[in-house]
């Protein structure tokens, strides 16, 4: 870190009597008052701006707070190319216009983009079980300020310029739905995908920690993958709790 320079002080001499040998013996030295004065020159140092990104948690320490391998069952196995994180900088925050998302993205991971809204750090990895074809996404969005509670009410937005989309594998209408979702983090929404043409739906949960969004995807389950979806929710909010906890210790 970075520290300021020392502030630089100037120490004027004081000016001492000096004893002439001319006087006369009744008289006594004293020190001149206008010369004998000290002055002290004060730096004048700008106040250093607040950093922006103070207290939030890191991409590093966000991948901590995903679900490990051992959390999943077996049979699911993590894919390298859904699997990233910021590491232990910061990136610029963006908005871009949501009006009209690509509402298909619903069914991709970091689904969450489509509000618009990039926040300056993130982690997040996929698993899958290639018997199966069920899916299982995770990942933490960290954002500045009060910008996380945007991106809750951005969601609801979403999911009324999308109440359909193409699928494109099938060529075949997908159905989307979403509702407020008690009981996990500070505030949660989950949307759920269905399309007749598909074995089993797909069901995204987003849940607000502080500054920080959860957000799932889930195909893992005959219901949709609701219940596998709100357990690996459940499990993430948990542990980023810990993690942001002690960074406000810290």
């Known amino acids: 870190m970075r520290l300021p320079s020392p502030a630089v002080k100037v120490l004027a001499a004081a000016a001492l009597p000096l004893a002439l040998a001319a006087c006369s013996s009744g008289s006594s030295g004293s020190s001149d008052s206008s010369g004998g004065s000290s002055a002290t020159a ?4 700008p106040s250093k701006p607040k950093d922006p990104n103070a207290g939030l948690l ?3 320490q966000l991948k901590k707070a995903l679900a490990p391998a051992s959390y999943f069952a077996s049979g699911f196995a993590a894919d390298p190319s859904g699997t990233r994180d910021t590491g232990d900088t910061y990136q610029a925050p ?3 216009s949501a009006a009209k998302p690509h509402c298909a993205d619903l069914g991709a991971t970091a689904w969450i ?6 926040g300056v750090s993130f982690a997040q990895t996929s698993y899958a079980n290639k018997a199966t074809s069920a899916e299982l996404d995770q990942e933490i969005d960290v954002y500045r300020g009060t910008t ?6 951005d969601l609801t937005k979403v999911v009324a310029a999308c109440p359909t989309f193409t699928d494109a594998d099938t060529q075949s209408k997908v159905t989307v739905t979403g509702t407020s979702t008690a009981g996990l983090g500070d505030d949660a929404y989950t949307i759920t995908l ?3 043409a598909w074995e089993n739906g797909t069901t995204l949960i987003a849940a607000r920690v502080g500054t920080a969004v959860v957000s799932v995807l889930s195909t893992d389950g005959s219901d949709n993958g609701a219940a596998s979806a709100k357990k690996l929710t459940e499990k993430v909010v948990a542990s980023l709790k810990g993690k942001s906890d002690t960074a406000n210790q810290g």
């Open 113 to 118: 983009g489509l509000t618009g809204v990039e």
């Open 194 to 196: 269905t399309d007749s």
């Open 148 to 153: 996380s509670q945007d991106v809750m009410k």
């Open 94 to 96: 963006a908005t871009k």
């Open 42 to 45: 004060k730096s004048s140092k």
């Open 58 to 60: 890191t991409g590093t």
